[in-house]
């Protein structure tokens, strides 16, 4: 009796294991799923803050005003990195050194108000959208 019970847990013992190989597969793919589900989230949150940026009135509100939208829009773009796929990481990446040199170009400013810092700030925004329209087309399975 020893030996068929023994003999009987061995085709158990590989059909469990067999059951769990097969499973990895589908833990794997729900990974993936909510990397995706993380990354159109943080897209649609982008999409919402780039809006509020981009209707910034710079000259009626100054760089406070673009200030507070960059906020929004940089911590989007940190949660867009933090998701994105190898595939979209070049995109992302881009995004935020357009996003890093609008912050830069409001720090520039400082309470010089002129028509070129403006300009400067102006130009930045313009490279921010540029470099969103690329991160747009990965969004595209969202």
């Known amino acids: 009796m020893t ?3 023994a003999g009987a847990r061995r085709p158990l013992r590989s059909a469990i294991g067999v059951v769990m190989i097969a499973a990895l597969p589908l833990a794997a793919c729900g990974d993936d799923e909510s990397a995706q589900d993380r990354y159109c989230e943080a897209g649609d949150s982008l999409r919402s803050s780039l809006s509020a940026l981009f209707s910034v009135n710079v000259i009626s509100e100054g760089t406070n005003g673009v200030s507070e939208a960059l906020e929004a829009v940089r911590d989007d773009v940190d949660e867009l ?3 994105a796929t190898d ?6 990446d881009a995004l935020n050194d357009a996003v890093e040199g609008l912050n830069d170009a409001v720090g520039a400013t400082g309470d010089d108000l002129s028509e070129a810092s403006l300009n400067g700030v ?3 925004i313009d490279g921010v959208r540029a470099a969103f329209g690329s991160v747009t087309d990965t969004l595209s399975d969202c």
């Open 3 to 5: 030996n068929w019970t």
């Open 87 to 92: 595939a979209a990481s070049g995109d992302v």
């Open 122 to 124: 102006v130009d930045a």
């Open 81 to 83: 990195l933090d998701s």
